[in-house]
């Protein structure tokens, strides 16, 4: 997926250039800023510098290649496992965001500091399919329609599509936002306590709480929205390859294939 770059600059004007930094190297590094959370200059060393780092990640970055992973991802486990189209699940999730950001806003749920709104949609088992992005000042409702646009990209959908939505998206305004899209809405209602197991909305709840294990996400010290953006793309594919390898594992053989189920 990634171009080809000579290893030395042929450009130089004395024949002689730092050897480039290997882009394996690069992407372990990024794997471990988004596992650790932790600043570009603890997680560099003498292999890759922070530099070296961020500017790899803004040339992946313009090329899309977060988003052809997350996508090779999700079609690889369509073919071999399947999506669950039918039944979709959409929610927000809050994280904090302390270095503020294009996406950031006052948390309503943390005492008024920076905070970052995920709008995520997942598929009947909770392979995440997209999310938006905004202020955690934002409600949800207003987020549906942003959400429900990223279906587009998923190819050909199932004729009735029920989408499970918890008591923040109870109004006329949203039923007729599912209206519009033929989309058929099992939203729960205000005032009526219910436990999340009673419908299929704990789906994207357990999505929320893997993407969170990532301390990347879980505490975005990002200020771009590209930049966020990609580090979703990155987990979201490390949470359906996972996915995809535990779910095979009991019904296809591979040469690599664990000796226990993962």
Same mark, same amino acid.
Not at 7 to 12: A, D, E, I, Q
Not at 153 to 167: E, R
Not at 227 to 241: E, G, H, K, Q, S
């Given at each position: 997926?990634?171009?080809?770059?000579?290893?030395?600059?042929?450009?130089?004007? #004395?024949?002689?250039?730092?050897?480039?930094?290997? *882009? %394996? $190297? !690069?992407?372990?590094? @990024?794997? /471990?800023?988004?596992?650790? =959370?932790?600043?570009?200059?603890?997680?560099?060393?003498?292999?890759?510098?922070?530099?070296?780092?961020?500017?790899?990640?803004?040339?992946?970055?313009?090329?899309?290649?977060?988003?052809? #992973?997350?996508?090779?991802?999700?079609?690889?486990? *369509? %073919? $071999? !496992?399947?999506?669950? @189209?039918? /039944?979709?699940?959409?929610? =927000?999730?809050?994280?904090?965001?302390?270095?503020?950001?294009?996406?950031?806003?006052?948390?309503?749920?943390?005492?008024?500091?920076?905070?970052?709104?995920?709008?995520?949609?997942?598929?009947?088992?909770?392979?995440?399919?997209?999310?938006?992005?905004?202020?955690?000042?934002?409600?949800?409702?207003?987020?549906?329609?942003?959400?429900?646009?990223?279906?587009?990209?998923?190819?050909?959908?199932?004729?009735?599509?029920?989408?499970?939505?918890?008591?923040?998206?109870?109004?006329?305004?949203?039923?007729?936002?599912?209206?519009?899209?033929?989309?058929?809405?099992?939203?729960?209602?205000?005032?009526?306590?219910?436990?999340?197991?009673?419908?299929?909305?704990?789906?994207?709840?357990?999505?929320?709480?893997?993407?969170?294990?990532?301390?990347?996400?879980?505490?975005?010290?990002?200020?771009?929205?590209?930049?966020?953006?990609?580090?979703?793309?990155?987990?979201?594919?490390?949470?359906?390859?996972?996915?995809?390898?535990?779910?095979?594992?009991?019904?296809?053989?591979?040469?690599?294939?664990?000796?226990?189920?993962?």
């Amino acid at each position: 997926m990634l171009p080809e770059r000579p290893t030395v600059n042929p450009r130089h004007p #004395l024949g002689c250039h730092r050897r480039r930094i290997s *882009d %394996r $190297i !690069v992407f372990d590094k @990024l794997l /471990q800023l988004l596992r650790f =959370g932790c600043s570009y200059q603890a997680i560099a060393d003498t292999t890759c510098s922070a530099t070296t780092i961020r500017n790899r990640r803004d040339e992946w970055i313009a090329l899309g290649v977060f988003a052809q #992973l997350k996508q090779i991802a999700v079609q690889s486990y *369509d %073919r $071999i !496992v399947g999506l669950v @189209l039918d /039944q979709i699940a959409i929610d =927000g999730s809050i994280t904090k965001a302390p270095g503020g950001g294009e996406a950031a806003g006052r948390s309503p749920v943390d005492r008024g500091k920076q905070g970052l709104k995920s709008s995520g949609m997942t598929d009947g088992y909770g392979i995440p399919l997209g999310r938006v992005l905004a202020g955690a000042n934002r409600n949800d409702s207003p987020l549906l329609a942003p959400t429900l646009d990223l279906l587009d990209d998923l190819g050909p959908l199932p004729d009735d599509i029920t989408v499970h939505l918890d008591a923040g998206y109870d109004s006329d305004k949203t039923r007729t936002e599912l209206a519009a899209r033929n989309l058929h809405g099992c939203i729960a209602h205000k005032g009526k306590k219910a436990p999340i197991q009673a419908s299929q909305r704990w789906h994207v709840e357990r999505t929320h709480a893997w993407q969170n294990a990532f301390h990347r996400l879980a505490r975005c010290y990002e200020r771009r929205t590209t930049v966020m953006n990609a580090f979703f793309d990155l987990a979201d594919t490390i949470i359906t390859i996972r996915s995809l390898i535990r779910r095979a594992w009991t019904t296809h053989r591979w040469d690599t294939r664990p000796r226990r189920q993962p």
